[in-house]
């Protein structure tokens, strides 16, 4: 159901003083809010004055009013219902989950005539499994029930699913809270008025992970397919209580990315030959006994976006230098390891690069690793046919980071930067002033987010999808 509120606390008095016109102008239900601060609105007034206003406006056409749990107020009530409102009764907490929402909500629920709203703020992937054990609590009761920030964000556009009646979203100030979701992007990227009950639910888990733009690409291919399915950012900071979440939700498919890409190989009850042998996993889907299915296609996206460069095929005997030996790093050594190039590692963390060197090195590959650092420059000669940038170095927002300053390209030099926001970063800036070949990692993203689409919907991404991505994702 698609409403209106109107958040009187936000009005200048002048404007206030006509608020009471708004019901009768608009084609949609409006409910009327007069917020304090402590519930994250602007009222400073005191009680008085607010049930003043209240009781003013309030019976002006709004269909329903939103008041606090704390509020007792029955000649307020009783005007309210006199006048055909409806009441919303709801429960605030803008810094955290209350240990005691259980009892809270289940007091709410009790007085059938209002319908419970609970808003509150997860901090964490635990504290979101505990409202979606609210949800369930509640049965089918009418209610209004999402978490704010970040974490909360899934509750969001999932509300139609968890049988929540509504859920909040206003056009963008710039100026927005965390998980904060405007119209536009609630129903022209994730679908909103499309999700049902038997909507099937993806998502990527990472930390950071808003920022992603595997909603866009998966969440475009998903409705041109014609599936009923929406693709969600998961923010996770601990992988055992996020799987609880997943579970809940009964999450079909997720996308992993930094950090977890390594720690997330136990969860998984089934991993294929290149989770095996990359030793990262980017890509789960759940298998038909319930458990986890793991498979890395990061490895064939980054082979994807160098066929360009390269007219085709790598060629084998070239030195390639990997800056960084994080999961991504190991899904592009195996691959040029595995297309005949011999590669030396740079990682910040010495001692990962010589496990990751050891790990993927052997049967006759070539691979050996050392420190980034400013001696890395004179190690480097002999690989530099291609340079591929695998750290968060130069990601959005600190895009002045430079992973390796010393060293001066040639203009010979293939270089892939996979870290794609920006589109170029100041190394492929670098990299194009001196005349190189650059690979950007917009083109792994999306070669990698394909072979993704089909590992979790069982067909191909559809063609005509990717060239409106494709400008979508410019306009991003
Ligand atoms: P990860 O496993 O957490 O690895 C992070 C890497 O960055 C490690 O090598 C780490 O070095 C290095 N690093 C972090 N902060 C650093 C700093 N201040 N100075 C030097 N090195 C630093 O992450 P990941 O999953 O491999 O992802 C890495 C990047 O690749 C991210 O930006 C991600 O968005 C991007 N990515 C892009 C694609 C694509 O399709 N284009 C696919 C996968 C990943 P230490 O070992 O010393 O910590």
């Not at 950012?233 to 996020?242: G, H, K, N, T």
């Not at 579970?247 to 996308?255: I, R």
């Not at 340079?387 to 895009?399: A, H, R």
């Not at 002033?433 to 792994?444: I, K, L, W």
Request: proline share 6%; charged share 20%; aromatic share 8%.
């Amino acid at each position: 159901m698609d409403l209106l509120e109107l958040s009187a606390d936000f009005l200048r008095p002048e404007e206030a003083a006509r608020a009471g016109e708004l019901p009768g102008k608009v084609d949609l239900p409006v409910i009327l809010t007069v917020r304090r601060e402590k519930e994250g609105g602007r009222f400073t007034g005191n009680e008085r004055d607010r049930m003043q206003l209240l009781l003013r406006l309030g019976l002006s056409g709004f269909a329903f009013l939103d008041l606090e749990e704390d509020l007792q107020a029955p000649e307020l009530d009783r005007r309210i219902r006199e006048a055909g409102a409806g009441v919303i009764r709801s429960l605030h907490d803008i810094h955290g989950v209350p240990s005691d929402l259980s009892r809270r909500l289940a007091v709410l629920a009790r007085n059938a005539r209002e319908i419970p709203k609970v808003a509150v703020t997860p901090c964490s992937a635990a504290d979101l499994m505990r409202l979606l054990e609210t949800f369930t609590a509640l049965g089918s009761i009418p209610k209004v029930l999402f978490g704010m920030g970040d974490y909360g964000f899934p509750t969001r556009v999932l509300a139609p699913r968890l049988g929540s009646l509504f859920c909040y979203s206003s056009p963008p100030t710039g100026n927005e809270a965390q998980g904060h979701v405007d119209p536009r992007t609630l129903d022209e990227l994730y679908g909103y008025h499309r999700i049902g009950k038997d909507t099937d639910v993806f998502g990527v888990i990472g930390n950071p992970v808003m920022h992603s733009f595997s909603p866009l690409i998966h969440n475009t291919g998903l409705l041109a397919q014609g599936l009923d399915a929406v693709y969600l950012p998961f923010l996770v900071d601990e992988l055992a209580s996020f799987f609880h979440v997943a579970d809940s939700l009964g999450v079909q498919g997720l996308s992993v990315t930094i950090p977890y890409k390594e720690s997330v190989i136990p969860m998984l009850g089934y991993k294929d030959r290149a989770v095996a042998a990359i030793g990262a996993c980017n890509t789960m889907r759940r298998g038909a006994d319930g458990r986890w299915e793991g498979t890395n296609t990061d490895a064939a996206g980054f082979l994807a976006s160098l066929v360009q460069a390269f007219h085709g095929v790598v060629p084998p005997g070239q030195g390639a230098t990997v800056i960084g030996a994080g999961g991504a790093s190991r899904a592009v050594v195996y691959t040029l390891l595995d297309q005949g190039v011999r590669v030396l590692v740079l990682n910040r963390t010495a001692l990962r690069a010589q496990k990751l060197a050891q790990e993927l090195g052997g049967r006759g590959a070539s691979v050996q690793s050392a420190p980034l650092d400013e001696s890395s420059v004179k190690l480097m000669a002999g690989f530099t046919d291609l340079i591929v940038q695998t750290t968060k170095l130069g990601m959005s927002p600190n895009e002045n980071a430079d992973p390796l300053p010393g060293y001066q390209f040639t203009g010979a030099e293939v270089v892939c930067d996979i870290v794609y926001a920006p589109d170029t970063t100041s190394f492929l800036k670098r990299a194009l002033a001196a005349g190189c070949t650059v690979v950007r990692g917009s083109q792994m993203l999306l070669a990698q987010a394909y072979e993704q689409f089909a590992f979790f919907t069982g067909s191909p991404f559809p063609p005509g999808a990717k060239e409106r991505l494709r400008e979508r994702m410019s306009s991003a």
